[in-house]
């Protein structure tokens, strides 16, 4: 299995909502990401983990907050989000994560996010 | 000026045409991924290089350390591989991202 299962595909929420994004996958990764698309731009990167443990948060806003509930699942909880947070947001893996270590990157197929 | 520039932005071919991506960095790295986007969203990652050349079926990736740059071919283009591909440098945890060249292959 080599894949980065994404839930849900689609979102449409209020800025009063409370949501949450769900990232799975079954490689034994140790590494996982979260990453922030607006159209026609590259990849943000937003957190990162590293064995379950948030290493780099890329200062983003606190009504965006993970979880790695366990090393196969991470989640990204939204609060009070505003039309600006609308994008497409990207999980992905990695084996491991580490200035030596030049790993390749597994990414879901996102979820595309409106908030209204 | 960009740490990662791809050209061209954008290309148009027909089918069964031999594309080239251009990738060029300024910065010193650990490795370079080439990766592709479809339209609606998911990324593949197709490469990482630190060295050398590398081949999957039709696509085939390069890299020259000394000169920072790094191409992308593929050969006997097919519609199918229309989508938009993205060269990144990784620079310790981080990947810094070209702009993407969008490709287009008419039938």
């Known amino acids: 299995d080599t894949e980065v299962t994404q839930t849900p595909k689609h979102l449409v929420m209020g800025m009063t909502n409370k949501k949450s994004l769900k990232c799975e996958q079954h490689?034994?990764?140790?590494?996982m990401y979260w990453y922030k698309q607006k159209a026609k731009k590259p990849p943000e990167l937003m957190f990162v983990?590293?064995?379950?443990?948030?290493?780099i948060n890329e200062s983003v806003p606190s009504r965006f907050s993970p979880e790695c509930p366990n090393s196969s699942l991470l989640n990204l909880h939204l609060h009070a989000l505003q039309p600006e947070d609308s994008a497409l947001y990207l999980c992905?893996?990695?084996?491991?994560?580490?200035?030596?270590?030049?790993?390749?990157?597994?990414f879901g197929s996102g979820t595309q996010l409106s908030v209204l | 000026k960009n740490e990662v520039e791809q050209s061209p932005q954008n290309l148009t071919a027909q089918e069964g045409e031999f594309i080239t991506i251009n990738c060029s960095y300024s910065?010193?790295?650990?490795?370079l991924h080439w990766l592709q986007q479809h339209p609606g969203g998911g990324i593949v990652s197709l490469f990482m290089?630190?060295?050398?050349?590398k081949k999957h079926g039709r696509l085939i990736a390069t890299i020259n350390i000394q000169e920072k740059h790094s191409s992308l071919h593929i050969t006997a283009s097919h519609p199918r591989d229309s989508a938009v591909y993205i060269c990144?440098?990784?620079?310790?945890?981080?990947?810094?991202w070209g702009a993407g060249t969008k490709l287009i292959i008419k039938p």
């Open positions: 992905a893996s990695s084996r491991l994560i580490g200035v030596a270590t030049n790993e390749k990157l597994f």
């Open positions: 490689m034994g990764h140790r590494a």
């Open positions: 983990y590293s064995y379950e443990k948030l290493s």
């Open positions: 910065v010193g790295i650990s490795a």
């Open positions: 290089l630190s060295s050398g050349k």
């Open positions: 990144a440098v990784r620079l310790n945890y981080q990947l810094i």
